[in-house]
């Protein structure tokens, strides 16, 4: 059965021990955030932090009958010409809606084969039926 429809709310709060991308100094982060690839995003981006707080919220409209949805989290490294992938991450937003309680955890941002963390980012969600 799928969800009722509503607005996913996301909170991005902070990230810490964020993977340095940057040979000299701390990263530039700022993070992208998507359930589906068509409508990113983007949160402001802190200059030199590897330990960034945005306090920054985000809604989606998730129409009814979904039922698979995904956060989907890249925290990416702002630099002059580019931006390089710090982590990225997704949470199951599906356990959210059925629970009806608020997500408000740390989630990892795990390296390649997830053998170690490149950080964490602390996020709230909450989902309102309409």
Known sequence: MGFPSGILTVNLYEAKDLKSEDLFGKNDPYVELWLDEDYKQKSSEIKNSDNPVWNETFTFNIPQGSSDKKLYLKV???????????????????????????????????????LSSHGEIHLGIDFIPN
């Open 76 to 114: 990416l490294d702002k630099d002059l010409t580019s931006s390089d992938k710090i982590g990225e991450a997704k949470v199951n937003i599906k356990d959210i809606i059925n629970s009806g309680r608020k997500f408000d955890e740390w989630v990892k941002l795990p390296a390649k084969l997830g």
